[in-house]
């Protein structure tokens, strides 16, 4: 077997099945999917916890979701987390919905219960998590800017901070439209959090910086190495604290390094990845998840 399985490999579970001791029981899916860091985090946690099972990835392509969570019922597995492109396939493909995927508008972790699939969101929670972890401060006492409040992600963050209180929520985007449908959204589900939306242009940021605690990237760029800078370096100040939901493998990225030099304090999405995944674990397993094994598998993933 190579590092994913294919789908129609997964299809043909049966034959499958014979390459995984312990048996597969949880597993990744998305389009690509073969980068995913996730296994590296969940199987040192399943093997601390002693659980006889194993975390594989499986590649899904779109339109496919609803068929593979048959299958992953009918093939014995407990849970899978699912990333992109799949999050929003994902919420009508469960056969129930929590309470907080459905406000967060995508489901991340699907937990199989008898047969029935119950739908989750770890983004969110992962996302308070990660800031009271690293910055000692919850998000309800923060001023949040979120850059990229056009896609799944930003939505997820700016959801979760409103409905945690934050003291004021910014949003700004490339195509200013999804932000104003998002702030509207937002300002109906919670009504007590006060909401902008302003045109997203280096100018508007560097107007609205003085105000702000928390900065969030929730776009992709980033991602690669000659991708452009997110904000001029010198409108960042010591005072911040930097939210980069991106991870790259090969090093940090020219955000979180500005971030830096200027003394401010930042959260890579690695870090994101960890929370959300120990609540996905949680929602499986119950109790804490094993945070520690899952951060030193992840430390290890990045630096091979
Ligand atoms: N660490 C983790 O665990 C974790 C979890 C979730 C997501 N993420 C990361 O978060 C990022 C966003 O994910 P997503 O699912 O929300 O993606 P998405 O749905 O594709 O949304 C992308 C967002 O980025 C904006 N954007 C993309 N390219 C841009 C550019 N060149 N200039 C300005 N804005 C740009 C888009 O603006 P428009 O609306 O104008 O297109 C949109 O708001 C990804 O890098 C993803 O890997 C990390």
Not at 100 to 120: D, F, K, Q, S
Not at 250 to 270: F, I, W
Not at 277 to 287: D, K, V
Request: charged letters at 20%; hydrophobic letters at 45%.
């Amino acid at each position: 077997m190579g590092e994913f399985l294919t789908f129609d490999e997964f299809l043909n579970w049966d034959e499958a099945a014979k390459h995984f001791t312990p048996p597969a029981r949880l597993a990744v899916i998305g389009d690509p999917i073969a980068h995913s860091r996730s296994p590296q985090m969940h199987n040192p946690a399943l093997l601390e916890r002693g659980i006889e099972a194993q975390y594989i990835r499986v590649q899904v392509p779109q339109g496919r979701v609803a068929e593979a969570f048959k299958q992953f019922a009918a093939s014995g597995f407990l849970g899978v987390n699912i990333t992109i492109p799949h999050k929003f396939e994902a919420l009508k493909a469960v056969d129930k919905i929590d309470p907080l995927a459905r406000r967060l508008g995508a489901v991340n972790t699907l937990a199989i219960r008898e047969g029935r699939l119950l739908g989750y969101n770890s983004d969110g929670p992962g996302f308070l998590r990660s800031v009271k972890e690293s910055f000692g401060v919850g998000v309800e006492d923060l001023r949040v800017l979120i850059l990229g409040a056009g896609g799944g992600a930003g939505r997820a963050v700016a959801v979760q901070s409103a409905l945690v209180s934050c003291r004021e929520l910014v949003l700004m985007n490339r195509t200013a439209a999804k932000a104003e449908a998002l702030a509207a959204e937002v300002t109906s589900l919670c009504p007590q959090t006060a909401v902008k939306c302003t045109l997203w242009t280096d100018d508007t940021v560097m107007d609205v910086l003085p105000e702000i605690d928390l900065i969030v990237n929730a776009t992709s760029i980033g991602m690669k190495g000659g991708d452009s800078r997110l904000l001029p370096a010198q409108a960042l100040q010591a005072r911040h604290r930097v939210f980069d939901m991106v991870y790259r493998a090969d090093g940090e990225t020219l955000l979180l390094a500005d971030a830096r030099k200027a003394g401010a304090k930042v959260v890579d999405g690695l870090t994101l990845l960890l929370h959300q995944g120990a609540i996905s674990f949680e929602h499986w397993f119950g109790g804490s998840a094993p945070l520690e094994a899952m951060r030193e598998g992840l430390r290890l993933a990045v630096q091979a």
